[in-house]
């Protein structure tokens, strides 16, 4: 494959039960301590926040408008276009303040991309291995001392992760590949769950002073896209088909516990039918874009647009903004757009 082809937690969370991993309960209590989706760990950009120079433009209310000058604060969600999935990663990570306005020295971070089977990256079923690669870059340059990659798919682990090229590409980036088990799940009280009330959950995800979500963009038969809300599907353990029944209220119940520092979604190659699975180039778009926020509501609402759909397509999206877990109205949001 040719290159060129190719959550610090932003949300209040508190938890009544957590079984298996008292450190990890006891970092989720910290991180609510933090309080609001608006500044954790009082962010601010590292860098400034890239100019309009190469047909940039700031979204603001809905329109578009050139500006001159760097923004004095990070927009809500920034989307880049290239022909490098990698630096695709970088500049929307960039404006969003860098990878150092969620990771610091130290850090323990975990990375988690769609490997839900073992497709070859152009089939746009997985998560592209260059936007992961740069993001577990991205981490250790920020000072992580280590960042592991895992997923849960529905068939072999191992396998799904190597026919990807994301373990080859983790691997070379300096990162680890945790192929996870039964064992490295723990049932998980959820407190603001409508309709799941509790489920086995992957410890590594509380564990983690970071939590990156990296989603691929992609149509799905039941859910109609999946995107980051639905990706969090990847650390839950049991029997997820169960998951299916109410799932649009299911799977906000899952958001309202597991809030992700920073979501990253690829949308370098998107599925445009016969998600989630694929199998046929036909099927496959190349937008060739990537789209970074603090809010996966929001990420997933300007995602929703690479299909020519609206965030009210989407009965979860619509669950989570009226349960005040993100935005769905992006009129109401800065989005910083540019080419990498």
């Given at each position: 494959m040719d290159r060129r082809e190719f959550c610090r937690f932003v949300g209040a969370c508190t938890i009544v039960g957590c079984a298996g991993s008292l450190a990890g309960c006891a970092r989720l209590l910290?991180?609510?301590?933090?309080?609001?989706?608006?500044a954790v760990r009082e962010l601010k950009p590292?860098?400034?926040?890239?100019?309009t120079s190469e047909s940039e433009a700031v979204e603001t209310s809905g329109s578009t408008e050139p500006t001159s000058e760097p923004s004095a604060a990070p927009p809500d969600l920034a989307s880049f276009v290239g022909d490098d999935p990698g630096a695709n990663v970088r500049a929307a990570v960039g404006a969003l303040g860098g990878m150092a306005r969620f990771v610091r020295s130290g850090d323990l971070v975990v990375v988690k991309p769609n490997v839900v089977v073992a497709?070859?990256?152009?089939?746009?079923?997985?998560?592209?291995?260059?936007?992961?690669?740069?993001?577990?870059k991205m981490a250790f340059e920020a000072g992580a001392k280590d960042v592991v990659v895992l997923d849960r798919p529905t068939g072999a682990v191992r396998n799904a992760f190597e026919v990807s090229g994301i373990a080859a590409a983790v691997a070379q980036a300096g990162g680890r590949v945790k192929y996870v088990a039964d064992r490295d799940f723990a049932n998980t009280t959820i407190p603001d769950g409508l309709?799941?009330?509790?489920?086995?959950?992957?410890?590594?995800v509380f564990n983690a002073d970071v939590f990156i979500?990296?989603?691929?963009?992609?149509?799905?038969?039941?859910?109609?896209?999946?995107m980051s809300m639905k990706n969090l599907m990847g650390i839950l353990g049991g029997s997820r088909g169960q998951i299916h029944q109410d799932f649009d209220q299911k799977i906000v119940d899952v958001n309202s516990l597991v809030r992700p520092h920073l979501v990253v979604l690829d949308a370098y190659r998107i599925l445009v039918r016969n998600g989630p699975t694929g199998g046929d180039?036909?099927?496959?778009?190349?937008?060739?874009?990537?789209?970074?926020?603090?809010?996966?509501?929001?990420?997933?609402?300007?995602g929703t647009s690479l299909?020519?759909?609206?965030?009210?397509?989407?009965?979860y999206l619509v669950n989570a903004a009226d349960r005040g877990l993100g935005v769905t109205d992006l009129s109401k949001l800065t989005v910083l757009r540019g080419k990498s």
């Open positions: 910290d991180w609510s301590s933090a309080d609001t989706r608006a590292s860098r400034p926040v890239p100019s497709r070859a990256p152009e089939f746009a079923v997985t998560t592209n291995p260059f936007v992961v690669a740069e993001i577990v309709v799941l009330k509790s489920w086995p959950i992957l410890s590594d979500n990296v989603p691929i963009a992609k149509t799905h038969g039941m859910a109609g896209l999946t180039l036909g099927d496959v778009e190349t937008p060739k874009t990537c789209i970074a926020g603090t809010d996966p509501v929001a990420v997933d609402s300007l299909f020519g759909m609206k965030p009210s397509d989407l009965a």
